[in-house]
């Protein structure tokens, strides 16, 4: 099983993403902000991160920035609010895998996820 | 030109010319006047005086002709009735008595002289001399008596034959020579004015006295003078008065003044006359002195009148350098007034104006200065409220994005947590959960529409709305658009579909907001139309190199007061609960992004058959040009 790691400042949106990827047979932890999330990784890192890019203390880009530089290997996805192209450009050219939307379309989710994770809705619900 | 250009000064000098012009007028005309009386009483008394005197001299001599006539007649009977000695007798006594006669004698009836009694040489009886042939005697003959033209006998004395014939058949002439020296003198004697004289001529114009005696002598024919000629033709009985007399030339030319009178039976004429100048001398006197007079008079005319003008334009002078003062903006002019008159009158009223004026002048200064102030203090007034506007725009803005954001948060979690029950994430669901989540989904998604279009029209009004504009084809954009609108327009049984030129469809837009906009035009067509009817995305390059996308559609069209507001905030064509998540912002966004990239957005419609929404973007430049 693939562990996760969700990165939000919101708790709302931490579980029920939490929810919907571990009815997808993930193993998924919570940081609620970035610095949060770089302790979780440097203690366990995870095969993917969703991060969210407005938090307090550390937010999203920064801890990109340290992500990609202590631990190239780990794919993120970036959570944010408005998808203009230029974030998406900006996402990519920071070093992040891909994008999703807040609210999370669920088709739009499961497409992410077998893209970055080859996963396949076979596993879902367990 | 105007006033001012023409202005010369010219009072001073008009009345100098006016007065002048004035009294110079007076005077020529009346002079003018004199002159012409002076010269036409001067012409009747000249004439009546020469008239007098050629009347006066012609009488003499034609009552000296007569007398000798008749003196002559008297001696007159047939020798045969008068013995001889008796005649003799007679004719002694008549030369005595006579003493111009200085020759008679007696021609009998056949034309001989019988008796011939001579002042001047030997009495003569009965030479028998035979004068029948001679002039005298036939004209005496014929006509009873008879006048010989003058004759001169030792140069310079003039003569006459006077022939009386006796009456009958039987009847001799007695014919007498008469001396006219005498009587001529009558003539010669006579004197006009200074230098007026007379003279006579003779039935043919030959002068037969005159004062200067050698032109006598020469025989001068005066015929060839026009008031000779005039006189010899005349027509005037003697004694008629003339009324006029002629001015005429004389032998030298000068111009003279002359009169005539006729003596008739010789058929003389005796002239009056004197020289024009002479004659005139007194009225050509009287001209000078008039004539002098007028110059005088000028001369005094021009300077009073200088002076009178002087006195009259000084004062307007003063008055025009004051008006002059003022007009250049000084008010504390002063004109003293001269005199109390209207002119005096005039500089006090003036007076008066420039001092009105002056408190005028500082009223309006100080209304100025007080109004200046004023609009100082308004001016910072508004740029303070200006600035405070501007201020509580910027707050509204930011107001509305960060609330709009604080908004969307929770929401997106409620939306997301409902979507993922939905999916069945948490557990199956009954039938009636199913239902109350959907409903709540619903809500949940209009709430979201909502505020995400809120958020774009506060970034777009705040100048905050970030674009990123690509070369990108409006039919590939398009496309997207009716796939994503598919699924309803099927399910509504409405023809979906892009017509249009293949080529031709590139512009330079933001991609996602190219989107938006379709999205919208296109999902509200599809909205309001019913179904069986069609929607038709249209996409052509127009020639103002400008690509124009029209959406059309065949549904309930839009009313003409609702056309004009389309495009404003909120604005909903029809009852909300027929228009499910429209958020009345969507037309109003629509046309601002296309505004803001450079196009325009309008709408054509009528109620029940369809509309046409429309917008035009800038074309892309050709590939490669950049």
């Known amino acids: 099983m693939k562990k996760l790691l969700v990165v939000d400042d919101d708790p709302d949106i931490c579980q029920l993403l939490k929810a919907v990827l571990e009815a997808y ?61 230029d974030v998406v450009r900006h996402v990519r050219a920071r070093g992040a ?11 739009e989710l499961r497409a992410t996820l077998r893209e970055a994770f080859g996963w396949t809705p076979g596993t879902a619900r367990g | 030109m105007t006033f001012l250009q023409r202005y010369r000064g010219q009072l001073f000098y008009k009345y100098v010319v006016i007065f002048v012009t004035l009294v110079s007028g007076t005077l020529l005309t009346s002079g003018l006047v004199e002159i012409y ?27 000296f002709l007569k007398d000798i006539e008749r003196q002559i007649a008297w001696t007159l009977q047939p020798l ?66 008879y006048f010989s033209p003058v004759y001169f006998r030792n140069e310079y004395e003039p003569y006459m034959t006077i022939a009386v014939a006796e009456r009958g058949l039987d009847g001799g002439v007695t014919v007498a020579e008469l001396d006219l020296r005498l009587i001529l003198d009558v003539v010669s004697r006579i004197r ?92 050509y006197a009287a001209m000078w002195r008039t004539a002098l ?27 025009q350098a004051g008006v002059a003062r003022v007009t250049s903006g000084h008010l504390d002019i002063v004109i003293p007034p001269a005199a109390p008159d209207e002119l005096g009158m005039l500089a006090a009223s003036f007076n008066q104006m420039a001092a009105s004026l002056k408190e005028n002048q500082a009223a309006l200064a100080q209304y100025t200065a007080d109004l200046e102030a004023q609009v100082t203090v308004r001016t910072h007034e508004w740029q303070a409220s200006n600035v405070r506007l501007k201020e509580l725009d910027r707050l509204k803005s930011e107001f509305v994005s960060h609330v709009s954001h604080e908004l969307r948060t929770p929401l997106t979690s409620v939306k997301g947590y409902v979507d993922y029950l939905l999916e069945g994430i948490a557990g199956d669901l009954s039938p009636l959960q199913r239902d109350f989540l959907t409903r709540l989904q619903g809500n949940a998604d209009r709430l979201l529409r909502l505020i995400t279009d809120l958020l774009d029209l506060a970034r777009i009004e705040a100048g905050q709305m970030v674009l990123y504009p690509e070369r990108l084809s409006v039919r590939e954009v398009a496309t997207e658009v009716l796939e994503t609108l598919r699924p309803l327009s099927v399910e509504k049984g409405i023809e ?22 379709l999205l919208n035009l296109t999902h509200n067509a599809v909205k309001f139309t019913a179904p069986g009817g069609t929607v038709r995305v249209r996409i052509e390059e127009r020639p103002a190199r400008e690509v124009v996308i029209t959406v059309a559609d065949t549904g309930v069209g839009i009313a003409a007061e609702d056309v004009e507001r389309i495009f404003t905030m909120f604005h909903q064509a ?45 074309a892309a430049e050709p590939e490669g040009a950049r």
Not at chain 2, 256 to 276: A, C, K, N, R, S
Not at chain 2, 496 to 516: C, K, T, Y
Request: charged share 20%.
């Open chain 1, 25 to 85: 047979r993930f193993q998924v932890d919570i940081a609620t902000n970035g610095q949060e999330a770089l302790e979780h990784v440097r203690a366990e890192v995870p095969d993917g991160i969703f991060l969210d890019l407005r938090m307090p203390v550390m937010d999203g880009w920064t801890a990109l920035d340290v992500l990609r530089r202590e631990y190239p290997t780990v794919t993120v996805i970036v959570i944010t609010a408005s998808r203009t192209g």
């Open chain 1, 97 to 107: 895998q891909g994008c999703v939307l807040k609210p999370f379309d669920p088709g």
């Open chain 2, 37 to 63: 009386f002076s010269y036409q009483e001067t012409r009747t008394a000249l004439t009546r005086i020469q008239w007098e005197e050629a009347e006066n001299a012609a009488l003499k001599i034609r009552q």
């Open chain 2, 80 to 145: 045969g009735t008068v013995p001889f000695a008796q005649r003799r007798d007679d004719f002694y006594k008549l030369l005595r008595q006579v003493s111009a006669i200085t020759e008679l004698s007696y021609l009998d009836a056949s034309g001989r002289e019988q008796l011939r009694f001579s002042r001047l040489s030997r009495n003569v009886v009965g030479s028998g001399v035979d004068a029948s042939r001679e002039t005298k005697f036939l004209e005496a003959k014929s006509r009873q008596a």
């Open chain 2, 192 to 283: 006009v004015g200074d230098a007026g004289y007379a003279y006579a001529v003779d039935a043919r114009g030959r002068l037969i006295v005159h004062p200067d005696i050698s032109l006598v002598l020469q025989k001068t024919d005066l015929s060839s003078l026009a008031h000779i000629q005039a006189a010899l033709a005349g027509l005037a009985m003697p004694g008629e008065e003339r009324s006029e007399t002629s001015i005429a030339r004389d032998r030298h030319g000068r111009q003279v003044f002359t009169t005539y009178e006729v003596i008739d039976p010789p058929g003389w004429y005796v002239f009056v006359e004197q020289p024009l100048e002479q004659a005139f001398a007194p009225l």
């Open chain 2, 293 to 319: 007079l007028l110059l005088v008079s000028l001369g005094i005319a021009v300077l009073a009148s200088m002076v009178l003008a002087r006195k009259m334009v000084i004062p307007i002078q003063a008055l």
């Open chain 2, 496 to 517: 979906l579909g892009i017509a249009g030129p293949e080529a031709s469809d590139m512009v330079r837009a933001d991609r996602d907001r190219l989107h938006q906009v």
């Open chain 2, 574 to 618: 029809y009852a909300a609960s027929t228009s499910p998540g429209g958020s009345g912002l969507g037309l109003t966004i629509a046309k601002k992004l296309v505004e803001l990239q450079g196009g325009r957005m309008w709408v054509r419609s009528q109620p029940g058959q369809g509309s046409v929404f429309g917008f035009a973007l800038p």
